[in-house]
């Protein structure tokens, strides 16, 4: 009866397609808009910066290859609607392999129905003792960013911010 029950269990995950997550199309959707969205990516950006220089912190140079890496678990969370830092030392190993660093941070935002969802995210993170504490670090010197959204109109933020090695 026992294994009855665990082959039951293996085919109802198989059935419903837990046993493995679904491929993530990076690309933008066609509900995406990519440049309301990229320009999302950036007014956050200068929100963050704004605030980290309001701190006498050093600002963040934004990095395209880091904000590609954001842009995978963006659109991972969207697609799956998932809201989770699940595969951090994934995205931390990608960043490895083209930048040598001390340490990665990540602060992750999903909002809707939020006239300003840029600001909405930045509100929640200054709210947040640990991504207050991501974002205000004076080791981070570089940043990657991006949004994406799902068809009913959630936004998924990715903020990885990094500490070159050099």
């Not at 969802?117 to 947040?128: C, F, N, Q, R, T």
Request: aromatic letters at 10%; charged letters at 20%.
């Amino acid at each position: 009866m026992k294994l009855k029950c665990r082959v039951v269990s293996l085919l109802l995950l198989w059935a419903v397609g837990c046993a493995a997550p679904h491929a993530v199309d990076i690309s933008y959707q066609p509900h995406e808009n990519r440049t309301e969205l990229k320009a999302m990516a950036q007014r956050l950006h200068e929100r963050v910066n704004a605030h980290r220089a309001a701190e006498n912190l050093p600002t963040l140079r934004f990095h395209a290859r880091i904000s590609s890496i954001a842009r995978y678990h963006s659109a991972a969370m969207a697609q799956r609607e998932v809201f989770s830092h699940n595969g951090f030392k994934g995205r931390a190993i990608n960043i490895g392999k083209f930048m040598s660093y001390i340490a990665v941070a990540e602060n992750l935002a999903y909002n809707y129905g939020n006239q300003d969802p840029v600001a909405k995210a930045m509100e929640s993170w200054l709210k947040s003792e640990q991504h207050r504490k991501a974002m205000e670090s004076p080791y981070f010197r570089v940043t990657g960013i991006a949004v994406a959204k799902t068809l009913d109109g959630k936004y998924y933020f990715t903020q990885l911010f990094v500490s070159p090695s050099r």
